[in-house]
């Protein structure tokens, strides 16, 4: 984490976990300094975060030392961030849940594969830790091949998704115009006439969906002026300091965003397009995310567990990056998006919200963002399409978390982590190419 | 709600749901202003709390005006705490609800009784508005006879139990000692060193579970100087102002709790018991409350819902009133308690808790306290009985939450409300011959 400046650190201590959702970013390999802990030393079982009534003092996670997202303490508090701050249900329902189907396969485990950027070939399971995997499932024409859990997690736990949070909201908005409930060439400032004079007022709502918005909106941690600290002070649930005057939810920071540059132009990793894309979802619905991801997705899937995204001080779901669920639901989620809006034999949706994902984004705009693993990619509907031979396409979250389809192979991973390195670039070169060698193991025994 | 001095009202505003939650109090008959809303004009939907995106600023229920627990505002709060609050999560594990089985019968609906106090005879179901209710379930010879929502509530939403949480508590208590993990003759201080210098250091168990402790503990709101004040400052999980130096959780704040009077001659009322019990239960069993009433109970009654809790700062579930939950969840617990341990063909734990429950605590010890409206009345686990022809017990919340138990008419009433004036007092008149009619008419009914 970069070092910040002394003034800002009470406000990081309140404003997690806001931060650090937003970097799926594109920057260049980092790898990680040899005293940094690794996976076995860094669980936080071993560690004993919040073990025992009273918990040892420096032992505890919360208030009023709250700075709950500084590794190793987060690899506590991705599994438990209800905890910590309010929260919005995602309800799967009454119904009991359907099982999934297993037929599991201990071989992947010895699955190798050559590291971005590497010379020594890897196992799967040596990339489990590598890449401090909290959970990981891997399903195969519907099936569960592989299941596995550690650190923080197991089956009846839930971790925090961070950005793949942006994919449910994004097959929701996918969703809305497939059905013709929401049209994408309509401006947003049309749709919410609240944003109608900031930066978003004359985006439309496929430059939201592709997040090409022209935006003046800094990520950048070691820029005490950078927007994202105004954006997290609102996000904040927590009461505000009196002297306080800035805005104070989600929707009213987004009316204060500039803009800069064009519409439609270059793919920026902007957290506040899903925020956006919430608040067009919520209006155009009726519903909020929260409710809408229950009503069609959750309570349809056969979902195990209920889920949950993190409010701000209104009680909006954290449309970018709140969500926490269970492992396996996920997997359902994933699954679904696989089949094209088919689970359990019911469509959910029409086909054509997941093929426009599939068909991905504007590719030129997504190139000129410069992510050097993900050549020749795309973003559509807040999915990335790798566009690889296998036609590959993922929701990604910062530390690792992961949905990642696999058409060809009929291959569905998805991934919970707390890797210590706040961006994708850290661990995409020991997962990416580990995806495509179980995909290929897969095709290879498929019938 | 008595007028607060000014200095304690931003106090309140951070410390609730903590508040309000232990007054099922001695109180004399409170009967309504004209001028309060009634259940219809107060129902949250009417009033539109919460609805839109944003929902207009005066409908708004969170920060910065987070006085969220006051009349009518609490008629939505009742089913949101978690959006509010940091929770802890009660889990029903993840296999199949065991679904409740049904044999409605409307006639309830006719029922007549007379008031406690009054002259005139009033109907079943015109007692669900004169209480505020939100939700009520009626079960018979196992099968559920009469099943309503209104208010905030329906069949999949979660309500604040309120001081119902308490006797959760006390059945865990009373679960360890009839199992022998427990000694009820053993001293608090024995078992929690951290409290050896604090009034409960010499009580024993029993009088935690009677709440015949002698405790220097006031909950009088209009005392600036009452203890509830720094208690509810303690338990509040929100960053604490810079300059405060109290105790920070329900741990700290315990271990300061004074004598006053002696232990096991008086019944009284207060919150702080089920939270040093709910330590003890911690210290004893390696598990918190939340954690042993998931393994123990919620996963082993074919529940439909997760619960959950309000915690402090550390994490701590708020023992003596934290727990929010379904209705038809809150009808298995009913049940299982009902059958003294068995339910679903499977017995959860010895029978022998339940009876001691059913004995009752000291009488001449409760006699002493003045409740109005539970002449002959004890208190044991955490569980009120009324020691009437019928043998029934119950747990009690404030604002009218009730799991009511009628072993003679094999008759458990669940119910949730939100009823403006903040005692049992209150709702009591029309309530309590409200379900021993309800129960003489099962009874006359059955087979």
């Known amino acids: 984490m970069p070092r910040l400046p002394r003034r800002f650190i009470s406000v990081l201590l309140f404003t997690l976990p806001v931060i650090l959702v937003a970097w799926a970013a594109p920057a260049t390999a980092q790898s990680l300094n040899s005293d940094v802990l690794t996976a076995e030393e860094s669980d ?11 918990p040892a003092s420096e032992r505890v996670i919360g208030q009023p030392d709250a700075n709950y997202f500084s590794f190793p303490k987060m690899r506590w508090t991705v599994c438990h961030f209800r905890e910590l701050l309010p929260t919005k249900q995602v309800s799967r329902g009454l119904a009991a849940p359907v099982p999934l189907t297993y037929a599991l396969d201990d071989a992947i485990n010895d699955v190798m594969f050559t590291p971005l950027g590497g010379n020594e070939p890897m196992s799967w399971q040596a990339s489990l830790n590598e890449n401090y995997i909290d959970g990981l499932l891997i399903l195969h024409q519907g099936q569960v091949v592989y299941e596995y859990y550690a650190g923080c997690l197991d089956e009846a736990g839930k971790h925090g998704a961070m950005s793949v949070t942006k994919s449910m909201t994004g097959l929701l908005g996918e969703i809305l115009v497939a059905e013709g409930a929401l049209d994408e060439e309509a401006l947003v400032g049309d749709i919410l006439p609240e944003l109608a004079d900031s930066a978003f007022g004359n985006a439309t709502v496929q430059q939201l969906l592709e997040m090409t918005t022209g935006l003046a909106y800094s990520e950048d941690y070691s820029d005490p002026n950078a927007e994202i600290w105004a954006y997290n002070a609102a996000a904040n649930p927590l009461p505000k300091p009196e002297s306080y005057s800035g805005p104070r939810t989600y929707y009213e920071y987004l009316a204060t965003v500039q803009p800069e540059g064009e519409h439609g132009q270059v793919f920026g990793y902007k957290t506040i397009n899903t925020d956006a894309l919430g608040w067009v979802i919520a209006r155009t619905s009726g519903e909020s995310v929260t409710s809408l991801l229950s009503s069609r997705i959750w309570q349809r899937i056969g979902a195990e567990q209920d889920g949950y995204f993190t409010v701000d001080s209104i009680g909006t779901p954290f449309a970018g990056g709140g969500l926490s669920a269970g492992l396996r639901d996920m997997a359902r989620v994933g699954q679904l998006v696989l089949n094209e809006g088919v689970i359990n034999g019911e469509r959910l949706f029409p086909a054509a919200a997941v093929e426009r994902i599939r068909q991905g984004g504007d590719r030129q ?26 036609g590959a396409f993922a929701a990604r979250g910062v530390h690792g978390q992961t949905i990642y389809i696999d058409p060809t192979a009929e291959m569905v991973i998805v991934r919970f982590a707390s890797h210590p390195v706040a961006s994708n670039a850290a661990n995409d070169p020991s997962s990416l ?3 495509q060698a179980v995909a290929e193991y897969l095709l290879e025994k498929a019938p």
């Open 44 to 54: 936080p079982n071993r560690l004993g975060w919040m073990q025992g009534f009273p």
């Open 365 to 390: 705009a997504f190139a000129a963002a410069g992510y050097r693993y993900l050549p020749g990619g795309s973003y559509r509907g807040m999915w990335w399409s790798l566009h690889n031979e296998h």
């Open 433 to 435: 190419p580990a995806y």
